[in-house]
């Protein structure tokens, strides 16, 4: 059996929305503003010249950042905690960086012992002939029922490509 980890919204821990950004360069500006990346994360961890160490650059209402897990767009920001439980365990093909979060008003770092996940998906782990899914207005599947293909068995972590739960990340009951 596999859970999926999912923001608590109910807990004080998580924000409702992460008012950050992740950036290979550490910017500072005491106007609270940051300039676009010049990579396009996670996709870009796969690059070889991404670097191992970046930044999560935060505005002024980031809030505590005292969360063990969180589910950013189609990645993770994970503590060490969890981070090291990612690497003890067998996981699928996924993509990681340390992650230093810094504030951007004067570069005072918030938290440094963070990870940031990408897991791709693209092993295929859903048996679409056993699966039910609904087409929403805007194309996206919706799963009713989510059969996997028994390879992600195999697996104490993975995420799937399709459907609306495309880049969360499912967890082993073990």
Not at 30 to 37: A, G, L, M, V
Not at 47 to 54: A, K, M, R, T, V
Not at 61 to 69: I, P, R
Request: charged share 25%; hydrophobic share 35%; with cysteine.
């Amino acid at each position: 059996m596999h859970y999926i980890l999912m923001n608590d919204y109910d807990s004080s821990l998580i924000p409702r929305y992460l008012n950050g950004m992740i950036d290979s360069v550490k910017q500072v500006s005491n106007t609270w503003e940051y300039e676009s990346s010049k990579y396009s994360f996670p996709y870009d961890m796969k690059e070889i010249d991404c670097p191992e160490s970046l930044f999560l650059l935060c505005r002024g209402n980031v809030g505590a950042l005292k969360f063990s897990f969180y589910h950013h767009g189609v990645a993770q920001i994970v503590s060490g905690k969890i981070s090291e439980l990612i690497k003890s365990k067998k996981s699928s093909i996924h993509y990681s960086r340390t992650l230093v979060a810094t504030s951007i008003k004067d570069g005072h770092v918030l938290r440094d012992d963070l990870g940031y996940y990408y897991f791709s998906g693209q092993e295929g782990f859903i048996d679409f002939s056993r699966s039910k899914f609904e087409e929403d207005k805007l194309g996206s599947l919706v799963p009713h029922n989510l059969v996997l293909l028994d390879k992600a068995k195999e697996y104490d972590f993975f995420s799937i490509e399709k459907s609306l739960l495309a880049g969360f990340l499912f967890v082993s009951e073990s």
